[in-house]
């Protein structure tokens, strides 16, 4: 392992970073993560997208300001000095670490300051945990780099309500060997090359090339062009709602207590629809036994949607956003195609 003498935090630590592979990066590359896809990661370090911007995330805001604390806690658990530095393979120096702390022996120890969403999952899951099967990718790389037998991952909430979560994590020699190191390796060599590994259909954006990009140019700007001609309408078709719910009020205050009126070429109908069972509520007070993970085997298969959205329409002539990808068939990452939570944990960010 090779000391590099940089602080972390600072524009040169995020230029190191940038001409490396890191180990909040490694889950990434092997396609363990489902916040980044490996395509994204490449593009970003061969700039064809601007990386997130993750300076506003109140988890990534709340993890700063409390690493301090937790990496005390550990010390004075442990009996310990956890000296934050970072490092390069002392054999692959392309493979970079910035440690959360190495204690006396050398041993690298990875804080998280986690949301209590998913201190209470570890808490319950363990090792079978999502956070922990993410980080334990990352303890490993960084036991990689230090050359060390063991390392550790903790949950810390920083919390008089919630304890440490430990986990002593030993080195898989053959995950290093066999799968980690090979394929960080390989993905260094990718962005130096800037050969692209495959995008994901499902996770990565798709950018339209050659004649596929004229088609998609003529029927953007066609959707576009219609659905402004349409909004007026929109606004004036739900003015006229309005009206129409305002009359009928009007209507049925002058019937009184009378369920039909039929005058002046109108027929006004007064009835009551029955209304729908409860489902959920009646589950939960008939057979309260019953889990979430049960009711799946009766879900009825999902059916695609599509949604559009109208985005800023971009100056002819000018250039071209620093985070829109300039080549083909691409996509940005994405959590899932369901709606995206706002604020996620960024696992791995650090």
């Known amino acids: 392992m090779k000391i590099v003498n940089l602080s972390q935090r600072t524009p040169q630590w995020l230029a190191w970073r940038a001409q490396g592979v890191t180990a909040s990066e490694a889950a990434v590359i092997l396609g363990r993560s489902p916040y980044q896809t490996p395509w994204r990661l490449w593009a970003e370090k061969t700039g064809q997208c601007a990386p997130a911007d993750l300076a506003d995330n109140p988890f990534v805001q709340r993890g700063l300001a409390l690493e301090d604390q937790a990496r005390r806690g550990f010390e004075q658990r442990h009996d310990t000095l956890l000296l934050p530095v970072c490092a390069e393979s002392s054999v692959h120096p392309v493979l970079r670490c910035s440690f959360d702390g190495l204690n006396d022996v050398g041993e690298p120890v990875e804080l998280k300051i986690p949301a209590q ?163 959920a509520a009646a589950l939960a007070e008939l057979h309260p036994e019953l889990e979430p993970a049960q009711l799946e085997a009766y879900r009825r298969p999902a059916s695609e949607r599509v949604r559009v959205t109208l985005k800023e329409e971009p100056v002819t002539g000018s250039p071209e956003p620093a985070d829109a990808p300039r080549r083909r068939r691409r996509r940005d990452s994405a959590p899932d195609t369901t709606e995206p939570a706002t604020a996620l944990e960024p696992f791995g960010y650090f």
């Open 117 to 279: 969403k998913t201190w209470e999952a570890v808490a319950s899951q363990g090792a079978d945990s999502q956070a922990y099967r993410l980080y334990w990718v990352q303890v490993q790389f960084q036991i990689a780099i230090a050359e060390a037998a063991r390392g550790w991952l903790v949950f810390d909430p920083v919390s008089d309500q919630a304890t440490a979560l430990e986990f002593e994590i030993v080195r898989d020699h053959a995950f290093i060997e066999q799968e980690l190191i090979p394929a960080c390796l390989r993905f260094a060599e990718a962005v130096r090359t800037r050969q692209e590994p495959p995008p994901d259909p499902e996770r990565d954006r798709y950018i339209a090339d050659g004649e596929a990009r004229m088609h998609w140019e003529r029927w953007s700007s066609h959707y576009r062009d219609t659905a402004r001609r349409i909004q007026p309408i929109e606004a004036e078709l739900k003015a006229l709602k309005g009206q129409l719910a305002e009359a009928q009020q009007a209507l049925v205050e002058l019937m009184g207590d009378f369920l039909l009126a039929e005058q002046d070429g109108l027929r006004v109908q007064r009835y009551r629809q029955q209304g729908s069972v409860d489902y």
